[in-house]
């Protein structure tokens, strides 16, 4: 198995850029991953009464 070291190395020093263009695809999706799972969780630990603060919300747009 790879170690960090290893990785850190090639990607400081050998790593083109398709090989960084892989490399930051794989890491935007597993951070993708992580945000989902902490929203998915926290979504659940709310709990009647709660106060909630809702975000990333716009007007909906009439199509009629």
Known sequence: MTT???MTAFIVGD?????LDHIIEA???RR???RRKAETVAAATVT?????QLAKLS???STA
């Open 4 to 6: 960090l070291e290893q």
């Open 15 to 19: 790593a083109d850029d398709a090989a």
């Open 48 to 52: 009647k009464g709660a106060t909630v």
């Open 32 to 34: 993708a991953a992580d």
């Open 27 to 29: 890491v935007n999706t």
């Open 59 to 61: 007007p909906r747009t």
